[in-house]
């Protein structure tokens, strides 16, 4: 089963910016999409962004403009930068696998963001 190992999450200032990355233990290409989620305290996870095989990317009304995903295929990695970052971004954020276009089937561990003065 394939792993993976989201970082780069941190105690941030409001806005400032982070990247976050999410590395495949075998190779996207063999993969439909792959995206990020996000978690508040006591929130539901919720969709953040996705980008598929193709390189075209999707993201949730609330974060377009701020948020760019990108990949690289060489890496097996997916990026997720952050920028204008507010308090209400502070979250667990979940990198997840869509292998056949019908929705996230694996996940990462999940990597914590804070945005904080």
């Known amino acids: 089963q394939v792993q993976l190992a989201e970082s780069g999450g941190a105690l941030v200032h409001p806005g400032g910016s982070l990247r976050l990355s999410c590395a495949a233990s075998?190779?996207?290409?063999?993969?439909?999409?792959m995206g990020w989620y996000r978690q508040a305290p006591g929130e539901q996870r919720e969709f953040v962004a996705n980008?598929?095989?193709?390189?075209?990317?999707n993201y949730a009304h609330s974060f377009e403009g701020r948020f760019t995903i990108s990949r690289d295929d060489i890496e097996n990695t997916v990026y997720l930068q952050m920028n204008n970052l507010k308090s209400e971004d502070t979250a667990v954020y979940y990198c997840?696998?869509?292998?056949?276009?019908?929705?996230?089937?694996?996940w990462g561990q999940g990597t914590q963001v804070t945005v904080s003065s």
């Open positions: 997840n696998i869509d292998p056949h276009n019908t929705g996230p089937a694996y």
């Open positions: 075998e190779s996207i290409d063999n993969f439909y999409a």
């Open positions: 980008i598929n095989r193709y390189n075209r990317s």
